[in-house]
């Protein structure tokens, strides 16, 4: 079992930054893609981004590319995702992910385990 804390939401003016965190449980932290997700009120959750086990890989929706960044420390058992120039339209509830077999996909049903989420809103 994985245990996903999410931490970092908050409220930002629209050009602002934030950085998420999700800190892991368990041993095998570094063996999992890792990835970020978010669900905008009425609407489907989505594919943010997404990281290989070492780092050395990952892959962004397109509205995101250029603004966002993710990145982890195994040490530690976290990852983050760094958020730049927000916009109103990245206002969601955004959940971190685990995926512990495979490769990076976007698919939601592919992640085996999630946190509870961290709401960012972004004021416009």
């Known amino acids: 079992q994985v245990q996903l804390v999410e931490s970092g939401g908050g409220l930002v003016q629209a050009g602002g930054s934030l950085r998420l965190s999700c800190a892991a449980s368990g041993r095998t932290f ?5 990835g970020w997700f978010r669900q905008a009120p009425g609407k489907e959750r989505e594919f943010v981004s997404s990281i290989n ?7 962004y929706t397109d509205s995101v590319k250029g ?3 993710i990145s982890r420390d195994n040490a530690k058992n976290t990852v ?4 730049n120039s927000l ?10 992910a ?10 939601a049903r592919s992640y ?4 509870q989420g961290t709401q960012v809103n972004v004021s416009s």
């Open 30 to 34: 570094s063996n999992y893609i890792m």
């Open 53 to 59: 086990w070492s780092g050395g890989m990952t892959y």
């Open 67 to 69: 603004r966002f960044t």
């Open 80 to 83: 983050y995702l760094q958020m």
């Open 87 to 96: 916009k109103p339209e990245d206002t969601a509830v955004y959940y971190c």
């Open 98 to 107: 685990a995926k512990t077999t495979g490769w990076i996909v976007t698919s």
């Open 112 to 115: 085996d385990f999630w946190g």
